[in-house]
T-cell receptor, first 111, second 114 residues
Framework: DAKTTQPTSMDCAEGRAANLPCNHS???????VYWYRQIHSQGPQYIIH???NNETNEMASLIITEDRKSSTLILPHATLRDTAVYYC????????????FGGGTRLMVKP | KAGVTQTPRYLIKTRGQQVTLSCSPI?????VSWYQQTPGQGLQFLFE???????NKGNFPGRFSGRQFSNSRSEMNVSTLELGDSALYLC?????????????FGPGTRLTVL
């Protein structure tokens, strides 16, 4: 799996967009970029994933650079309930369901 | 649809004992993965089962083992417990065979080894 680098922590004002960056410069051509988050005392929760194209779902948007060396997870209107640790993961699509979690970014949404 | 369930939620054991944790995946999901989460090491992959076969295994000693039953339910076993095995053990299920299927995590079993 590709090694990913994320900032240790970030703050965001409630109602504003939260932009969480992830560097994955060693990602290979067939590795997907996944984002999960873990709210305190709960299991991780899937957010979104993508390969090359930008993706959007009801939770967030994923912007992947053209060279695929980095990506940004966007929470368009952050709420206090979005306070969590966000993990960016690079994973092969044919390696089974084995995710390698890094340290993640601790996002604090403040009122 | 019910989520991933794990039992028990909390467990206290002493060094040298063995423990079995159980995971029931979401109905229809055939893949079950196990992870260990500790403050020092973070979330680490233990192993994954698909259709009763272990497909991937993380870098853990042989004291950690698991299995999957025909109904996709899974158990993991840790023998000869050590203090360092104290952790949150998370189970995740996925519908399909490949990793681009999102994984749904259970609430975890918090194991304390005294």
């Amino acid at each position: 799996d590709a090694k990913t680098t994320q900032p240790t922590s970030m703050d965001c004002a409630e109602g504003r967009a939260a932009n969480l960056p992830c560097n994955h410069s060693t990602i290979s051509g067939n590795e997907y970029v996944y984002w999960y988050r873990q709210i305190h005392s709960q299991g991780p929760q899937y957010i979104i994933h993508g390969l090359k194209n930008n993706e959007t779902n009801e939770m967030a948007s994923l912007i992947i650079t053209e060279d695929r060396k980095s990506s940004t997870l966007i929470l368009p209107h952050a709420t206090l309930r979005d306070t969590a640790v966000y993990y960016c993961i690079g994973a092969l699509n044919n390696a089974g369901n084995m995710l390698t979690f890094g340290g993640g970014t601790r996002l604090m949404v403040k009122p | 649809k019910a989520g991933v369930t794990q039992t028990p939620r909390y467990l206290i054991k002493t060094r040298g004992q063995q423990v079995t944790l159980s995971c029931s995946p979401i109905s229809g999901h055939r893949s079950v993965s196990w992870y260990q989460q500790t403050p020092g090491q973070g979330l680490q992959f233990l192993f994954e089962y698909f259709s009763e076969t272990q497909r991937n295994k993380g870098n853990f000693p042989g004291r950690f083992s698991g299995r999957q039953f025909s109904n996709s339910r899974s158990e993991m076993n840790v023998s000869t417990l050590e203090l360092g095995d104290s952790a949150l053990y998370l189970c995740a299920s996925s519908q399909g065979q490949w990793s681009y299927n999102e994984q749904f995590f259970g609430p975890g079993t918090r194991l304390t080894v005294l």
